[in-house]
């Protein structure tokens, strides 16, 4: 097998011109991964900027209604408010070390960005997000929080104006600024060794897991669950479990509004459940297209999921059985959402409360086992705005139907 | 018609060859014949067919927006076989295109189909060499020629690889970049023919649009041109579009003569 392959998924499928720059990147990154002085630092840079480690929080009263014990990891109180900075940080570390002076990155929900500027602005560089122009709508914020910090956003109007465009728009720009630039990857997607260097660098998760769970519970759990668009809060807390066989995992996927499809587009995110595999923006993965191999639009409530790919690892992981994907419906989500708000005092991403609908609604069948870790990815307020808005929709649509 | 054969025809002749692009089905598949006639009376020796993807990473604005015009218009990969097999043009017809629509159908199908509608090269400008065992051994085994890209950033070690696999031509960027009109060709292409050593005819692209371009392109030793984006500006205005793509072909055809 090849380095660059996870079974038959993964490869780097790019232009040529970028052929180079992935090379470069895998050299610089086999060389520092190793080298005392970079791995100092980039912990330095955890402990002190990003605020890890974060904590396993056992939330009671959710634990209480459903009958198991939760863990949340709360990733939602890195800095920045999600688990994205644990990678950017250690790009724009390897970055620099490579001498590069400028970063660009793609963006849906405005996470990734916004830890892409974080890293940026306090190490030096000069920084560009590339978002589509639909999300750049839905999560006007996130984008002022990225030119406050002295990045320039720019809205990707080609396309479905979601995150696969805006990656699409980043790989342009690198093609033709390759030699200043890095282009730092927000997920376990792309070409190869974009998937490896992302989930090493999001494993923290997993490794502190690992450890919280054992003082506290004295064995592993039964379950893990985070969710799932490209997949690098997955595979950072999936990873360090691979080998422990007795330890489930699931992926959740984006459900959307249900899990159809039309002949333009899906109206989930749900590549691993329900998609096929073929090749996206670098690598052989699953994903969601048409019976020619055009790909398709996807959706979701939560910007952060509404991709048409999903991280290559995670499709050859999903393929040989070692984790299970599943999805909740974007109902599902705004409930959850809403359920961990109240128990918990915890307003989680709608991303993350993908993966708290799930255990919510798997709780009583046994299947998750009496001891569930949920990643809780990031946390609300990104999303007040659009909830609020559904919830507008929500009453004028039942107002209407009291007046008939 | 092979691409060997072309060049064979014009280096008798001793003229330079004229490679043009134009997005199948951009307005439509019938407007596409039009104007693929016209490349050919204008002067075009080769003409690349891009089957449209909704993802093209490699283009530019121009090439991307005729893409959306395309599959909005309806081109399929099942259209765009039976348009082809339908031009009748004296000039060998190119494939360009990604390849999540080959991998889709089936590289063997692929290609078997594009020998059977009478397309002879095959470009995927997602597909590094590295990752083209299975299109090469299939584009072999159909008589399709599998044609490669070299940049200025290609390695020693990779442009003697991707050498040894491209047929028919090898498309060399002279630039960084996606697709598209740009000003100063000479002084890059000069650089980078300078790298290349092979007996595969040396075919440069991207940013080249005017007839002075084209002829110093050739002159810095390229054995032809391909030219795009320039034609595809001309196909979106809607304007005279026959007749002023005829005449663009026809001085970039004149720049490979100089």
Partial sequence: MKRSMYGKFGGQFVPEVLMPALTELEEAYDKYKEDPEFLAELDYYMKEFAGRETPLYFAKNLSKKYGIKIYLKREDLVHGGAHKLNNTLGQ??????????????????????TA????????????????????????????????????????VESGSKTLKDAINEALRDWVTNVENTHYLIGSVVGPHPYPMIVRDFQSVIGKEVKEQIME????????????????????????????????????????????????????????LCAGEEGILQG??????????????????V??????????????YLADIGRVTPCNVNDDEALEAFYELSRLEGIIPALESSHAVAYVMKMAKTGELGDLVVISLSGRGDKDLETVFKLKEEEEAKEGKEASL | MRIAEKFAELEKKKEKVLITYVCAGDPSAEATKDIVHALVKGGADIVELGLPFSDPVAD???????????????????????????????????????????????????????????????????????????????????????????????????MKNTLEKTSGFVYIVSRLGVTGERVDVADSTKKILGRIHTDVPKAVGFGISNQKQASEVIKAGADAVIVGSAFVSIIASGDNVNERVEKLASELKEGCKE
Avoid: W
């Fill in chain 1, 283 to 300: 690598a052989h993965t699953m994903i969601l297209q048409d019976k020619y191999g055009q790909i398709l639009e996807s959706s979701s």
């Fill in chain 1, 216 to 271: 506290k519970e004295g064995r592993y759990p039964d379950s893990i669950v985070a969710c799932a668009g490209g997949g690098s809060n997955a595979m950072g807390i999936f990873h360090p479990f691979i080998e422990d066989k007795e330890v489930k995992l699931f992926p959740v996927e984006a459900g959307g509004k249900e899990m159809k499809t039309t002949e333009k587009e899906a109206l989930h995110s749900s590549s």
């Fill in chain 1, 302 to 315: 939560s910007a952060g999921l509404d991709y048409s790919g999903v991280g290559p690892e995670l499709a």
């Fill in chain 2, 60 to 158: 530019g604005p121009t090439i991307q927006a005729a893409a959306t015009r395309a599959l909005a218009a309806g081109m399929t990969p099942d259209i765009y076989f039976e348009m082809a097999a339908s031009i009748k043009e004296d000039v060998p017809l190119v494939c360009m295109t990604y390849y999540n629509l080959i991998y889709k159908r089936g590289t063997e199908k692929f290609a078997k189909d594009c020998a059977e509608s009478g397309i002879t090269g095959i470009i995927v400008p997602d597909l590094p060499a590295e990752e083209s065992d299975e299109l090469h051994d299939a584009c072999k085994k159909n008589g399709v020629d599998l044609i490669f890209l070299i940049t200025p950033v290609t390695t020693e070690s990779r």
């Fill in chain 1, 116 to 155: 892409t500027a974080m890293a940026a602005a306090n190490m030096g560089f000069i920084s560009e997000v590339y978002m589509g122009a639909k999300d750049v709508e839905r999560q006007h914020m996130n984008v002022y929080r990225m030119e406050l910090m002295g990045s320039r956003v720019n809205a």
């Fill in chain 1, 92 to 113: 724009a570390l390897l970055a620099k070390y490579m001498g590069k002076e400028r970063l660009i990155a793609e963006t849906g929900a405005g996470q990734h960005g």
